[in-house]
């Protein structure tokens, strides 16, 4: 006894700050932000119909009885195509620590993927651990840190121009709102092919057969790195997830947390934490899609690899079981002040910001072209996955043609060498030290794809943002900047000179963007914790606890009906109940009426039995017994007892 309560004196003490602390600074952060009304959940604004989608079900439930009435009645014509097209339908629409061995998966190109993994792996090295990560891109050498770089012989570059390729197609507004589609049929499939390279690579096939090396946790890309958890079984050691945005619904899943669709948004649809029945409905439906698409296609597919790269022995665990099996924490880039309060276990961790660290010196010709921008400047990027040299011509001649309009100045992350057209308040540049230039007091908007870093790097420097969303999460992203008065969104499919020349004078001219976003900017920045802190703490936290077991949520032993309580709904129909309250003190017949009665309200039948008589209401029948029994007279005794 004593050793368990040892162990766990240890785990109750192991706090990022002190129980007091933390009091005391949410205490003041209310004071601070008045309230703070940015941390009400949205949940609270619906009924326990709406909460528990049971509005949303009954409408699935409606539809998927009148389908059956129809195909009881055709059933001679529903074949072939036609059923084809009925399933089509369907789917469619659905602090002190032991320095430790880190090994960690961070596959993926983009440059955004590259800065996460740089900032926490690199200071998990310089903090004395050691790190061995497998990557397309080299980093600086550094004490303690191994690049196991798989770039050459896989020749990545040949894999991610699949996506160069299709830019064309990634851009026109017509295939990013048919992104579902495009998920299923191309990343997965690019994933996939991403997986199987690695796993083939030499580099990783000595990793997979070594005999020698020890690894205390394991570090792994939250969407991208599925087929590696089994290193996780090879070395007996923990997993932590990073995910470089808020998340999808599946990443809550691996940890047991709640997803709450009837207020959180999926991360590919534009909605806010404030949805219509309607949007509810698609919201739902969208999350079963990604799921469908991930059960029934990605995740086999892995699988698939795992066993035929990594372990095929019998009694080795799926990849949907070592999800759950293996994840000990999750590393969120979200802040609630941007992707709205949800409800979130311990070990789901929000580190936005994270990448984020204080301006350095701009190059020369940057710093002069922002420092003589009397009128101001807006700054212009579409990340690192897109291409602005990519847009059609129609495209380019509307920035072209509503920028040289302008009293104020330009700076445009272009690609190539020129930009034919180019108006003299335009600057362009290959590469932008983009938070660095963010943080100039002269640069007034951000005109931005979107991105999860991208715009947390505008919250914390404060810039307001014209959002022009492609795919992925940039929607919701840009939703929600909108939705938040921090800016306003142009679609793509709209662009012209003159809806270009709108978003920047409504933006540059109306001076609530800018105090919007100051003020989500105060708030986002008030932390206990700097977000690097936070993320380094919890993963030191992990090693020091060896998984950190006590953190696990019984969630992830139930089965999806027992989770969501399908299997105890037929208690919750309409019963006869029949009550005792018998003692006679005002308090306790008020806490009897409170729940009685509103039993009564959803159509039960009540029968009391109770010294006291309620207030006539239907359904609802008092036995009073206060008369015969003079429970008046016995409660009047109890004044007399010494």
Not at 392 to 398: H, L, R
Not at 417 to 434: A, T
Not at 555 to 563: G, N
């Amino acid at each position: 006894y004593r050793e368990k309560c040892l162990e766990l004196s240890r785990i109750y003490q192991d706090q990022p700050i002190s129980p007091m602390d933390q009091a005391v600074f949410w205490t003041e952060y209310v004071i601070r932000h008045k309230g703070a009304p940015h941390m009400r959940s949205a949940a609270l604004d619906l009924t326990w119909y709406q909460y528990f989608l049971l509005d949303v079900l009954a409408v699935f439930i409606l539809l998927i009885f009148s389908i059956t009435i129809t195909i009881k009645k055709d059933f001679a014509s529903m074949k072939g195509a036609s059923t084809f097209a009925l399933l089509l339908f369907f789917t469619l629409k659905l602090n002190v620590v032991l320095t430790a061995n880190i090994l960690s998966f961070f596959i993926v190109y983009p440059e955004s993927h590259r800065i996460i993994k740089s900032t926490l792996l690199r200071e998990l090295a310089a903090r004395g651990h050691s790190v061995t990560v497998v990557s397309p891109t080299k980093e600086d050498p550094l004490p303690n840190y191994e690049d196991i770089i798989v770039n050459d012989s896989l020749e990545f570059g040949k894999v991610f121009d699949v996506c160069q390729s299709c830019k064309y197609f990634v851009i026109s507004a017509q295939f990013a709102r048919r992104f579902l589609l495009f998920l299923i049929t191309m990343v997965f499939s690019i994933l996939y092919t991403i997986c199987k390279l690695v796993l083939e690579n030499s580099k990783i096939q000595e990793l997979i057969h070594s005999e020698d090396r020890h690894y205390d946790l394991i570090i792994l890309e939250a969407y991208y790195s599925d087929c590696f958890l089994a290193f996780s079984k090879k070395f007996n050691a923990p997993v932590i997830k990073v995910s470089l945005y808020s998340g999808a619904p599946w990443m809550y899943d691996w940890i047991g947390n709640p997803t709450e669709l009837s207020h959180v948004p999926d991360p590919y649809v534009d909605y806010t934490h404030k949805m219509t029945f309607t949007q509810r409905v698609w919201n739902v439906l969208t999350t079963s899609f990604h799921y469908l698409g991930r059960k029934f296609y990605y995740l086999p597919n892995m699988n698939f690899l795992m066993r035929k790269y990594i372990n095929n022995s019998e009694n080795f665990p799926s990849l949907w079981e070592l999800e759950a099996e293996t994840t000990s924490l999750v590393l969120f880039n979200s802040h609630f002040s941007i992707s709205y309060p949800r409800p979130l276990l311990p070990n789901a961790i929000q580190m936005g910001g994270m990448h984020i660290k204080p301006p350095n010196k701009l190059p020369q010709d940057i710093q002069t072209y922002l420092d003589e921008a009397k009128h101001g400047v807006i700054y212009f990027s579409i990340g690192s996955i897109l291409s602005s040299a990519y847009f059609p011509e129609p495209i380019k001649k509307a920035f072209l043609e509503a920028f040289s309009k302008l009293k104020e100045k330009v700076l445009w992350k272009w690609e190539t060498e020129s930009l034919p057209g180019k108006p003299n308040n335009v600057k362009i540049g290959k590469w932008l030290p983009q938070a660095d230039i963010l943080a100039h007091p002269n640069v007034r908007v951000f005109m931005s794809h979107g991105g999860q870093m991208s715009t947390l790097e505008a919250i914390d420097r404060g810039v307001p943002m014209i959002g022009i969303p492609f795919f992925g999460d940039q929607f919701v992203n840009v939703a929600r900047a909108t939705a938040a008065g921090i800016g306003v969104t142009l679609e793509f499919r709209n662009i012209s000179a003159e809806s270009v020349t709108w978003a920047l004078r409504e933006v540059l001219d109306n001076p609530k963007y800018r105090e919007n976003m100051q003020k989500l900017s105060r708030i986002f920045r008030d932390q206990p914790l700097p977000p690097l802190e936070q993320a380094v703490f919890w993963t030191e936290y992990v090693i020091r606890h060896k998984g950190a077991p006590h953190m696990r949520s019984a969630a992830l032993d139930l089965t999806w009906y027992q989770k969501f309580v399908f299997h105890s709904y037929n208690v919750f129909q309409l019963t006869n109940i029949l009550s005792f309250f018998i003692v006679y003190p005002e308090s306790h017949r008020i806490i009897k009426s409170t729940l009685l009665r509103e039993l009564v309200a959803r159509g039960h039948s009540v029968t009391v039995v109770s010294p006291t008589e309620e207030e006539p209401l239907p359904n609802y029948e008092d036995i009073i017994v206060n008369d015969s029994l003079e429970l008046g007279k016995g409660f009047g005794k109890c004044g007399h007892l010494p």
